[in-house]
């Protein structure tokens, strides 16, 4: 850390110390998608883990640039005992990737989510998250997926079958809260669930569910033995 903070004051040292203070860290994620491989490149790398402003660049199976994207906070796991080599490429596997490519809209296209910090709920993984506009052939960001993918537990999850959306958060130790979104095309996201997991009294689980069906919000609420309840 030394090194990379003085680096930036030491012109002379510019040539001896390129690779550290430059961000040669160099990150491969090979098969990231059915359709795509990712380049990752990040200045800083310490206490096993990289973090702060990194690019991501994404290639076709051709090997052909598709696009490149910035985060401000990019940040990397390393496995226990991973080494790093300034210019060398590293492969990360699918777990340490900051990188994850689903179709988020459900219109037959991939999309692409990149980590940005952790401003989730209790400090959880946050993401910026583009989709593919096949009228600019490129990926935009989208407001409201970064807003669902920066606020919950890590990304949500993606229900293909169903195409919804859901996020998970919590509030203490015993209270967890469920959301299901509809993605509506040329309108945006719709709030079709909201699930409330209640679990302050230690024998019970209250489940307080309200679901829209055919535009009237219906509420149910059952409770549970907490040895009995399953999520």
């Known amino acids: 850390m030394k090194i990379l903070n003085t680096c ?128 600019r052939m490129a990926f935009v960001k989208s407001a409201e997926l970064t807003e669902i993918g920066s606020n919950a537990l890590g990304l949500f999850d993606v229900d293909h079958q169903r195409k919804r959306l859901i996020t998970t958060g919590k509030s203490g130790c015993c209270m967890i809260f469920t959301t299901e979104y509809a993605v509506i095309p040329n309108k945006g996201l719709e709030v079709m669930l909201e699930k409330k997991e209640d679990m302050t009294q230690e024998d019970q689980v209250k489940v307080i569910t309200k679901e829209k069906k055919n535009n009237k919000w219906i509420t149910r609420t059952k409770v549970y033995p907490s040895d009995q309840y399953k999520r």
Do not use: W
């Open 8 to 135: 930036k004051n030491l012109s002379a040292a510019i040539v001896l110390l390129g690779p550290l203070c430059f961000g040669q860290y160099q990150f491969e994620v090979k098969n990231a998608s059915k359709n795509y491989n990712a380049i990752i490149h990040i200045n800083n790398c310490f206490d096993g883990q990289c973090r702060e402003k990194g690019t991501v660049e994404l290639f076709d199976n051709k090997n052909t640039k598709v696009q490149t994207f910035t985060s401000e906070d990019l940040v990397i796991q390393l496995k226990e005992g991973q080494k790093l080599v300034p210019g060398k490429t590293i492969q990360l596997t699918q777990e340490q990737s900051p990188v994850i490519i689903d179709d988020f809209n459900f219109d037959g296209t991939e999309d692409i989510a990149i980590r940005n910090g952790n401003m989730g709920n209790y400090s959880a993984d946050s993401y910026d998250v583009y989709v593919f506009n096949s009228s």
